[in-house]
């Protein structure tokens, strides 16, 4: 089993930045891909950026140039660093965990950004 806890919500005004972090624990893989998404209010959860162990990137189209997401491996924590927050980015961010097949999210934390 793998636990997920993410850290690092609140509020801020737009323009702002917040970074959020998420730590892993219990059979964490040395390879495996993790990521952050939201889900905003009557919306569908959404794929915000995503690493892989070996520190490829993948980001969606509406963080690109604002948002910057990294790992450390070694204590298996994966950060969100957020700028030029918008209105639009607020949220609840959840971590997520993929290896050999198996999903795991963590519990999610608040973005709100005040306009």
């Known amino acids: 089993q793998v636990q997920l806890v993410e850290s690092g919500g609140g509020l801020v005004q737009a323009g702002g930045s917040l970074r959020i972090s998420c730590a892993a624990s219990?059979?964490?893989?040395?390879?495996?891909?993790m990521g952050w998404y939201r889900q905003a209010p009557g919306k569908q959860r959404e794929l915000v950026a995503s690493v892989t162990s070996g520190g490829m990137t993948n980001y969606a189209d509406s963080v690109k140039g604002r948002f910057t997401i990294s790992r450390a491996n070694a204590v298996n924590t994966v950060y969100l660093q957020m700028n030029s927050l918008k209105p639009e980015d607020t949220a609840v961010y959840y971590c997520r965990l993929g290896q050999r097949g198996r999903t795991y999210w963590g519990q999610g934390t608040q973005v709100t950004v005040s306009s």
């Open positions: 219990g059979s964490v893989f040395s390879m495996n891909l």
